[in-house]
């Protein structure tokens, strides 16, 4: 059973900007924060943003006034816009709970190509 249905990469250049969301099913969205995470060719897959269920975000600090990450708790579903997108933010894409909560396992992700 599918958990975790990441959509909304693709390729773009510097300086532009993109929408990312995640469907989650219900138990999952329900148990509390969400985050996306993201890993790039090479590196360790890291945290770029999380937000509580009442909605109180964190960001990475190379994500910081960038990007915003956002919930619909009806939908069960989490956003993550990206703007001023930089080469460096180029990486697979993923959501899950935040760490602290215990992630489930992982969807296929979205592709965020930058150029330059």
């Known amino acids: 059973q599918v958990q975790l249905v990441e959509s909304g990469g693709g390729l773009v250049q510097a300086g532009g900007s993109l929408r990312l969301s995640c469907v989650v099913s219900?138990?999952?969205?329900?148990?509390?924060?969400m985050a996306w995470y993201r890993q790039a060719p090479g590196k360790q897959r890291e945290l770029v943003a999380a937000?509580?269920?009442?909605?109180?975000?964190n960001y990475a600090e190379s994500v910081k006034g960038r990007f915003t990450i956002s919930r619909d708790n009806a939908k069960n579903t989490v956003y993550l816009q990206m703007s001023s997108l930089k080469p460096e933010d180029t990486a697979i894409y993923y959501c899950?709970?935040?760490?602290?909560?215990?992630?489930?396992?992982w969807g296929q992700g979205t592709q965020v190509t930058v150029s330059s």
């Open positions: 899950n709970l935040d760490r602290t909560v215990g992630t489930v396992t």
């Open positions: 937000i509580t269920r009442g909605g109180w975000p």
């Open positions: 219900g138990t999952i969205f329900s148990r509390g924060a």
